[in-house]
């Protein structure tokens, strides 16, 4: 398996602009996916015109997040193959973010998770289609009591096990797929202020307690 990629934050507001473009960020998460692609593929895939679908690749690579795949590794004649270039990439955190980084960040992480939650409804709903792989829905919610520096090394932890079922491509075992992988946390809210909040909450018909932790492996 592969080792760790490079660590690489990105705080430009030049190039935080460039990725969070709606079409380039498109771009950027279906180059993930699909490993490599030409712009052609990736126009037909997302419903683009294949003009600007190159112009936003050469924005991408301009700024280092996807890089021209090399003539040796290629195999479709004298066609342009892009894929992500393989780092860690993060952004600064929230405390650290300027005046004019902040809303960008923001948007960017609207858009992706609404863009999960939609492809995980998609997915779930095409479920009986996917043979054995209609069990791949894993899903786990729970909660710690953490410091802030715990939950910084419980989060690098994450990363590192991520990177460690990483493959390259030539090292990929048949019947493996692409596995989509997602982790968020969030401080819960101060005790006084669900209190209040929960005098001011009207609970609908039907609705149930969730315990603090609870683990689902089924769709």
Do not use: C
Request: negative net charge.
């Amino acid at each position: 398996m592969s080792g760790e990629p490079r660590l690489r934050e990105i705080a430009d507001l030049a190039a935080l602009k460039t990725l969070s473009h709606p079409r380039r960020y498109q771009i950027f998460q279906q180059l993930s996916l699909l490993g490599s692609a030409t712009s052609a593929t990736l126009a037909r895939e997302l419903d683009l015109n294949t003009g600007a679908t190159s112009y936003h690749l050469r924005e991408l690579a301009r700024y280092g997040f996807i890089e021209e795949v090399p003539k040796d590794a290629q195999v479709h004649g004298r066609e342009r193959w892009w894929r992500v270039v393989p780092v860690d990439l993060r952004f600064p955190e929230r405390s650290q973010q300027s005046a004019e980084i902040r809303p960008v960040i923001d948007e960017m992480n609207r858009r992706a998770y609404a863009a999960d939650i939609e492809l995980f409804e998609q997915l779930r709903r095409q479920s009986d289609d996917l043979a054995e792989w209609a069990d791949a829905f894993l899903y786990s919610r729970g909660s710690m009591q953490l410091t802030l520096d715990e939950l910084r090394s419980f989060f690098e932890e994450y990363i590192a096990l991520i990177n460690r079922f990483k493959r390259k491509s030539d090292e990929v075992p048949d019947g493996a797929r692409t596995v989509l992988t997602r982790f968020f946390a969030l401080p819960a809210p101060d005790p006084e202020q669900t209190v209040t909040e929960s005098t001011e909450t009207v609970v609908g018909p039907g609705a149930a307690f969730e315990p603090a932790s609870e683990r689902n492996e089924s769709p």
